[in-house]
């Protein structure tokens, strides 16, 4: 599998300095967990304000760059869970005990060919294979390996409508009693890391990052890296979506959409 390495420049120190900044502000705030982060009125306003930024400057400036890749020998020994570590959800406790053998991924929306896809399916579609840093709103980074088919040709084989904007994924867990989501635009969509990995560092994902699939969007901060998806809708607007900020910490805690490193 091709790897590219091409540092990211300052962009990413500065989007993490900038939240680390936001941190400080907030008068030394203990970053034990994402919770903490968005009950703190000084990191939301950084996260916030700088949304269209660094929106604008990654895609001005970066175009089609690539997240840095890495090696085996800079894996971290310990690769850190957080938010939703498993599902309560019968039906999925049930597809956990049966190693997923019946689970599918629906994906539908404005598509031409909705599809269901079993777990055995997307490990036959073209795998991309990449080893990238993880980093974390709370403000820590962990590196890891991740492998599954590139979300691009999962939407190209559903024929995905010109009139679609957005990709959105619903995910088998419940936050604080609500339904845990995110979305992405096209841009990154397409983008040749963003993948729907099943296996992370050579094994099938393990229930506390994400099982059976998550999303990995290597540009942006580890909020946007949906575990536990279900199905995949493309859409034209976001508005009409829970809480219509297009994702569950869009929703509840004022992060910004776009985040970008």
């Known amino acids: 599998m091709s790897r590219i390495l091409r540092p990211r420049g300052g962009l990413a120190l500065s989007r993490r300095g900038l939240l680390r900044g936001g941190a400080v502000a907030a008068g030394g ?75 599918t991924l629906r994906v539908e929306g404005l598509v031409a060919r909705p599809l269901d896809l079993s777990l055995a399916a997307l490990k036959d579609l073209p795998q991309r294979s990449q080893i990238t840093r993880h980093d974390c709103v709370e403000g820590w980074s962990a590196i890891g390996q991740w492998q599954g088919p590139q979300l691009g040709g999962l939407l190209r084989l559903a024929g995905v409508s010109e009139t679609a904007r957005y990709i959105v994924f619903h995910c088998a867990d419940l936050y604080h009693g609500r339904p ?69 910490w869009e929703d509840v805690g004022d992060y910004a959409w776009y985040a970008g490193i």
């Open 29 to 103: 705030l203990a970053l034990s967990g994402c919770d903490d982060l968005w009950r703190a009125d000084a990191a939301k306003d950084v996260l916030t304000r700088a949304e269209d930024l660094h929106r604008w400057s990654q895609r001005a400036l970066g175009g089609e760059a690539l997240a840095r890749e890495y090696t085996r020998a800079d894996l971290s020994p310990r690769f850190r869970a957080n938010g939703s570590q498993g599902v309560a959800d019968p039906a999925y406790r049930r597809q956990l005990g049966e190693g997923f053998a019946g689970w």
């Open 180 to 248: 845990y989501y995110e979305s992405i635009d096209l841009a990154d969509a397409f983008h040749p890391q963003t993948i729907l990995a099943w296996q992370m560092n050579g094994a099938p994902l393990e229930e506390v990052h994400g099982a059976p699939l998550r999303l990995r969007v290597e540009r942006q901060l580890g909020y946007k890296h949906a575990k536990f998806v279900t199905r995949i809708v493309a859409v034209d607007s976001l508005q009409d979506i829970y809480g219509g900020k297009g994702g569950y």
